[in-house]
């Protein structure tokens, strides 16, 4: 540890490796890969030729923004890219000033002055750097005093400075798949370095460790030591879903995401909005999300739901529904669990109507039984030579020259005219609509 408190590669802190000798170290400690070869998933970003992988195999040096969620790798790549003979300093922003950053940045240039010897400076949540600490880094970043490997869990395009932005690679990292945590996890039990052998999973427990990692590799690994832990105090040998659940602090929910469970809850958890039962609703979201489900999946039924089951009654629960999508991409879990669960709420207790979806469908149903026509004349597209003398356009009325708007004239085909397809609710704001849409017709239907 140096003088300013920072971590260097060589360091026993603050994350003492078991294969430097620290058998207490943490299971996910002691898993960390120390070569390429051993990093399970981001394969879109260590296929032969990307950018991360000739960085981290001695390529020409750039400074990267790694952002994904928690547990897949970011601190991994930034030691892999440390160990290619450069100096390794790690730095949080949950803790650091101005002060730290121009010290280490001082000592760097020393060090590259003197020794020829680069230094990778790996700042942790660095979307938590105020606008003063992110521009001290700009000159160093851009004379590449520091290679830097800035790790964010929040999209770096809204919370990084532009300047810093445009000298980085931004590389996105995505949750580990349900293969690869496996895969951890198997590595895990086997491996000297990690449990060598002393427990086996059961399948059912594996299944559940998988749910509940939510593709966080750091999450997966320390509920299967933790449950190892428990089995080993009791001289157990087996990891059961028993010991898994006794082992974390959330029980292990029955759903599985390829198989019926997955289908019923969250086919519950729509019909309980759709039957205005929000205390339903949340507990099926819930479900969903202690298990692992993907956010960004709950997220598209509810915008979906929005149209469907709630509609013009309420015209805000779509831009909700939609807001709730956008959190979940640009925050991701688990703060978006919030949006979601505001997104429900407003869902489950806003009036609802079915008239959006029923009105697109009667009209497909027609389209699709050849109840077409053409486009009546004086509604063709007027802007071009000869529209005229084809009659495009000709004697179309302009609703905005009627005092009040609205003027009689034929919209639809000729064989579809007088067929209603809207038939609003008279629920929250629909009632008005209700009242509205006939008087529509009748002033545009001449009647």
């Known amino acids: 540890m140096t003088s300013d408190g920072l971590f260097e590669l060589d360091d026993p802190a603050p994350e003492p490796s078991a294969r430097a000798g620290s058998p207490t170290a943490p299971l996910a400690v002691r898993m960390r890969p120390r070569t390429l070869d051993e990093v399970v998933g981001q394969a879109h970003l260590l296929k032969p030729g990307a950018p991360l992988r000739r960085l981290v195999e001695g390529g020409a040096p750039a400074s990267v923004l790694l952002y994904g969620p928690p547990g897949t790798g970011k601190t ?24 730290e950053l121009r010290a280490v940045i001082e000592d760097a240039r020393r060090r590259l002055d003197r020794l020829g010897e680069p230094t990778v400076l790996f700042i942790d949540e660095v979307h938590r750097f105020s606008k003063t600490q992110q521009d001290a880094l700009l000159g160093a970043v851009e004379d590449r005093v520091v290679l830097l490997v800035a790790a964010t869990t929040e999209n770096p395009s809204f919370s990084v400075v532009a300047p810093l932005l445009s000298r980085s690679l931004v590389l996105r990292l995505e949750p580990l798949d349900n293969d690869e945590v496996r895969t951890l996890l198997r590595r895990a039990v086997g491996e000297p370095h990690g449990l060598d052998g002393a427990v086996e999973i059961a399948p059912d427990a594996e299944d559940a460790l998988v749910r509940l990692s939510g593709g966080d590799a750091r999450r997966a690994l320390t509920a299967l030591e933790a449950a190892a832990d428990g089995v080993l105090a009791q001289d157990g040998r087996t990891v059961d879903v028993a010991a898994v659940e006794r082992a974390v602090t959330e029980a292990t929910v029955r759903y599985d995401r390829a198989g019926d469970q997955h289908y019923d809850v969250i086919s519950a958890f729509i019909k309980s909005i759709r039957g205005s039962d929000p205390d339903a609703a949340l507990h099926y979201l819930a479900r969903m999300i202690v298990a692992g489900e993907d956010p960004r999946f709950i997220a598209r039924r509810l915008v979906v739901h929005a149209s469907e089951d709630v509609g013009l009654a309420d015209p805000a629960a779509l831009p909700v529904a939609v807001a709730a999508a956008q959190t979940v991409q640009l925050i991701g879990m688990p703060e978006a669990r919030l949006a979601l669960a505001q997104a429900t709420l407003h869902l489950a207790t806003a009036p609802k109507s079915n008239a959006v979806i029923a009105g697109i469908d009667a009209a497909m149903a027609d389209v699709r039984a050849g109840a077409t026509g053409t486009v009546p004349p004086h509604l063709r597209d007027g802007h071009y030579a000869g529209a005229a003398r084809l009659g495009s356009a000709v004697g179309y009325r302009y609703p905005h020259d009627d005092p009040d708007g609205v003027l009689a004239q034929q919209y639809p085909p000729d064989e579809l005219v007088g067929r209603d397809y809207y038939h609003p609710t008279t629920h929250g704001a629909e009632r008005a609509l209700a009242e509205r849409v006939p008087r529509l017709r009748r002033a545009v239907r001449g009647g």
């Open 76 to 99: 991994t790549l930034a030691r892999l890219i440390a160990g290619t003979g450069r100096r390794f300093v790690a730095l949080s922003a949950l803790s650091a000033g101005v002060k």
